[in-house]
């Protein structure tokens, strides 16, 4: 557990520092690193180097341009990248042949991200109001509140097969806390109540299902962990996979309702 705090303690003012930065280079920095890290793991867990193909896809999706390529696009494209991620966990003989596919799970939903971000030229040094926000932080409140209530409270098992330490009372704490925290961070942005609302939803329930899918695909695989990069939290798939399902729904919901 220290090991795991004093790692997020380290990460978050870089990528809160990117979040913020109104200068697009920090976040497509981050992106870029996050990406290569993902696929990496990614390669290792179904172990074919076929997922590298994937990082084509944002130059694809950038031809297609912002019509084809947003995110009424990218949604299913990123469901897409979820079936094949798990099929490629399950059959080894085809595994090649899907895992660029399989790629889309994790490249996908940083491109939400980037684009929710933004990443014309502007005139000013912090931008406090972007929508990613509420793709990332309602997720930090609800790991927390997960946390404490699955030690104080939590008796009844989640998902025993896949997270045998998940309980269902750390899973409603975790939507509560998504809710409090992502109706906060849009009134603070700017954004609706019911913006808030949907992303806080979006944020405990999705949230919570990308965190079982990287379980299940580890014990599928037969990995404790995606990698060893973050002391605690094993690889940046472990980090971010409740993020990966839950920014192409935020970037859905803030572009539906501005």
Do not use: Y
Request: charged fraction near 10%; charge should be positive.
């Amino acid at each position: 557990m220290k090991s795991r705090v004093l790692t997020a303690i380290g990460l978050i003012p870089f990528v809160l520092g990117a979040f913020f930065c109104a200068n697009p280079i920090p976040i497509l920095l981050l992106a870029g690193i996050a990406s290569l890290l993902s696929l990496s793991e990614l390669a290792r867990l179904i172990n074919t180097p076929t997922v590298w193909l994937g990082l084509l896809w944002p130059l694809l999706f950038r031809m297609m341009g912002p019509e084809l390529g947003g995110p009424l696009m990218l949604v299913p494209t990123f469901l897409v990248g979820v079936f094949a991620t798990w099929q490629a966990s399950q059959d080894k003989e085809s595994a090649p042949f899907i895992a660029p596919f399989a790629s889309l799970w994790p490249i996908v939903p940083i491109i939400g991200l980037v684009m929710m971000h933004g990443i014309a030229p502007v005139h000013t040094v912090w931008k406090l109001t972007s929508p990613l926000l509420l793709a990332v932080i309602p997720l930090w409140g609800g790991d927390t509140a997960a946390i404490f209530a699955g030690k104080a409270f939590g008796k009844t098992p989640l998902a025993p097969k896949i997270s045998p330490k998940k309980t269902v009372e750390g899973g409603i704490a975790n939507l509560l806390a998504c809710l409090v925290v992502a109706t906060l961070v849009a009134n603070a942005i700017g954004q609706s109540v019911l913006v808030g609302l949907l992303c806080g939803t979006v944020a405990g329930i999705l949230g919570q299902i990308g965190d079982l899918f990287e379980s299940g695909l580890k014990r599928a695989v037969g990995v404790k962990d995606s990698g060893t990069l973050l002391p605690g939290h094993g690889g940046i798939l472990d980090r971010i996979d409740s993020i990966l399902f839950t920014a192409p729904f935020v970037w859905l919901i803030t572009s539906l309702l501005k």
